[in-house]
C-alpha cells in the first residue's frame, strides 16, 4: 500500500514534468542516457494528459516522430523542476517480472521464469522513477504513434496536369529554308528541323500522380509579309517541302528580313493514376528565324 | 649629384661615376653591334614591319595582311575586303535563286565575263532539262584577298576563297518532285572585278567532291 502511494506520487510528478517542461531529447536510443532538461532547445515533445491502466501509468495524446514509439524521453534522468530527478528507461523486450521490479537503478530483477508482458500491443513500455528514490520506479505505457493519415489532396488532377505539362521541355526546332536567301518570284521551301515530339511528364500531390502526353497537331506558318499558311513541319531539303512560299515583294526595307514564325501546336491529354487519358487542350510555341528576300529586277550593268 | 643609400647606416654616399660611364658605354657598343648586324644581314628594313603594340602597331588601323600571300608588306584595305565579300555572298545568293527559279534575269547583276557567260549556259542546259538546281549549304570559312586572276592577271586581283558543304538537288520543272540529290564539298575561288558600286563575280575555279 505505502509503496503504491510512493509510486503514484511519482508517476504524477512525472506526467507533471512531461505536459509542463518543453523536454527535449538528446539522444535517443537502446540503453542510452538522455538528459532532459526544461527551458533549452531541441526538438519538443508534446505530451498530454496522463492516465493509468492496469499494467501502469498511460501517457496519452502525444506526439513526436513519425515511425517511433512516443516515449517520454527514451531513458535518462528527468528533470522534474522541484530538485528531484527522475530515470526514465525503456522496458527492453517489454517484459516486466510479475514480482514487480526493483533493483533500484530501473534495471529489471533477473527473473525469466516469471514475466508478463509490460505494456498491451501498439504501446511501449517505460521504466519511470526517482534518481533518488532508489526503491520506486513505476512503469508507464506509451501509445505507438500511428503513422499519419494521408493528408488530403488540397490539388486538383486539372491543377496537377498543368503542373505537369509546364514541366514539359519544348522541343529544339529550328526553322530553315531554302534558298537561304530568298528571291522574288521563286517558291521558297521552309521547314522545322528537328524532332517534335515532346516528352511525358508527371506531376504527384498526396495519392494522385498526373501523367501529361502531348501530340503535336499543326504549324501554322506566317511568313512576315502578311501571309499564313497551317500546315505541318514540312520537309526537309532536298525534299520539296509542302510549306512553300512565292514572295511578291523583297524584304529591301526590313533590317533582318522577313520574320518567319512557325506556331507549332500540341495537344495535352493528361491520365490520372494510370487511367484513360482525358484532354487537357493546346498548348504552342513560336519558332522564329529572319528571312532575307532580294528582288528579281533585271537591270542594265556596264560590261568592262 | 646622384646618390644612393648604403646599407649600414643608411648614409647617402655618391654612385661610382666611373662605373657608371663604363656600363654605359657598354651599351652603346652593344646597341651600335645590334644595328650593324642587322643592316649586315638585311633585317633592318624589316623593323618597319615590326607589330610593337602602342609604340609601332603593324599592320596599321584599316590594313590587313594579304592571306593569299603573307608578306607583312603586301597589305589590303579591310573595308575593301569586307565589300568585296559582302558582294561575293550577295551574287552568290542570287545565282542561286536564279539557278532555282531557271531564269537568267538577275545572273548580270552578279557576275560578269566568262563567268556570266558559263552561268548562263547552265541555266540553259538545265532548263532544256526541264530542272532546276537548287542548293542548301554551309560555309566553313570565307578568304578575301589579292590574288590575280590567272585568266586576266593584270585587271581582276580581288579574290575569294570559300570552303564548304551542303546539299544540291535537281527538281523537275513540272511536278516538282526532287529527281536527283547529293551531298558535297567544295573549294572555290571566285575572282571579282569591281562593275560600277559593285563588285561581280568575272572567274571562277571550283572544286566539288560528292559525299553521297
Not at chain 2, 595582311?65 to 542570287?94: H, I, W
Not at chain 2, 590575280?148 to 593584270?154: H, L, R, V
Not at chain 2, 575561288?189 to 567532291?209: C, E, N, P, Q
Amino acid at each position: 500500500m505505502r509503496f503504491r502511494i510512493v509510486a503514484a506520487i511519482l508517476c504524477a510528478g512525472a506526467v507533471v514534468a512531461f505536459g509542463v517542461v518543453p523536454a527535449y531529447a538528446e539522444s535517443i536510443g537502446n540503453g542510452s542516457v538522455t538528459t532532459v532538461g526544461p527551458k533549452t532547445t531541441g526538438a519538443t515533445v508534446s505530451q498530454g494528459t496522463a492516465g493509468f491502466d492496469g499494467g501502469g501509468t498511460q501517457a496519452a495524446s502525444e506526439s513526436k516522430t513519425n515511425g517511433q514509439p512516443s516515449q517520454p524521453v527514451g531513458g535518462g534522468a528527468v528533470g522534474s523542476g522541484d530538485g528531484s530527478d527522475l530515470v526514465v528507461r525503456q522496458i527492453p523486450f517489454n517484459q516486466v517480472p510479475i514480482g514487480g521490479i526493483d533493483g533500484g537503478n530501473g534495471l529489471i530483477i533477473n527473473n525469466p521464469g516469471a514475466m508478463r508482458q509490460a505494456c498491451p500491443a501498439g504501446q511501449t513500455g517505460f521504466f519511470v522513477g526517482s534518481a533518488n528514490n532508489n526503491a520506486a520506479f513505476q512503469v508507464v505505457c506509451v501509445p505507438n504513434q500511428a503513422p499519419a493519415p494521408p493528408q488530403a489532396t488540397t490539388v486538383s488532377p486539372l491543377q496537377l496536369a498543368e503542373q505537369a505539362s509546364a514541366r514539359q521541355p519544348w522541343p529544339n526546332l529550328l526553322v530553315s529554308a531554302n534558298p537561304g536567301v530568298g528571291l522574288t518570284g521563286l517558291a521558297s521551301w521552309f521547314w522545322c528541323a528537328g524532332n517534335a515530339a515532346m516528352a511525358d511528364a508527371s506531376a504527384s500531390s498526396g495519392p494522385l500522380t498526373v501523367t501529361v502526353h502531348a501530340t503535336m497537331t499543326d504549324v501554322t506558318w506566317r511568313f512576315g509579309d502578311g501571309t499564313a499558311l497551317s500546315g505541318d513541319l514540312g520537309r526537309a531539303f532536298p525534299t520539296p517541302s509542302d510549306i512553300q512560299h512565292v514572295y511578291e515583294t523583297d524584304s529591301a526595307g526590313l533590317r533582318q528580313g522577313y520574320q518567319l514564325i512557325a506556331s507549332v501546336r500540341w495537344r495535352v491529354s493528361f491520365s490520372v493514376n494510370g487511367g484513360p487519358f482525358s484532354d487537357l487542350g493546346l498548348k504552342t510555341r513560336d519558332y522564329l528565324t529572319s528571312y532575307l528576300v532580294r528582288q528579281l529586277q533585271p537591270q542594265a550593268v556596264s560590261v568592262p | 649629384m646622384e646618390t644612393t643609400r648604403s646599407r649600414r647606416g643608411n648614409q647617402p654616399r655618391p654612385l661610382g661615376g666611373r662605373r657608371f660611364g663604363l656600363l654605359l658605354a657598354l651599351a652603346a657598343i652593344l646597341l651600335v653591334g645590334i644595328i650593324g648586324w642587322l643592316s649586315l644581314t638585311g633585317r633592318l628594313a624589316g623593323l618597319q614591319y615590326a607589330n610593337v603594340p602602342i609604340v609601332h602597331p603593324y599592320p596599321p588601323a584599316g590594313y590587313v595582311v594579304n592571306p593569299f600571300t603573307g608578306d607583312a608588306r603586301d597589305l589590303v584595305k579591310a573595308a575593301d575586303a569586307q565589300q568585296v565579300k559582302s558582294d561575293l555572298l550577295r551574287d552568290g545568293d542570287l545565282q542561286l535563286a536564279a539557278f532555282a527559279q531557271g531564269s537568267t534575269a538577275v545572273l548580270p547583276q552578279t557576275a560578269t565575263g566568262n563567268y556570266l557567260a558559263k552561268l548562263n549556259q547552265t541555266v540553259a542546259a538545265n532548263n532544256a532539262q526541264g530542272v532546276v538546281y537548287r542548293e542548301q549549304h554551309h560555309l566553313d570559312s570565307v578568304v578575301v584577298g589579292r590574288l590575280p586572276d590567272p585568266n586576266a592577271p593584270t585587271s581582276i586581283v580581288w579574290c575569294v576563297e570559300e570552303r564548304g558543304s551542303g546539299q544540291s538537288a535537281y527538281v523537275s520543272k513540272s511536278n516538282g518532285q526532287t529527281l536527283s540529290s547529293y551531298r558535297f564539298r567544295s573549294q572555290a575561288k571566285f575572282w571579282l572585278t569591281r562593275v560600277g558600286d559593285r563588285y561581280l563575280v568575272a572567274d571562277a575555279d571550283v572544286s566539288v567532291t560528292r559525299e553521297s
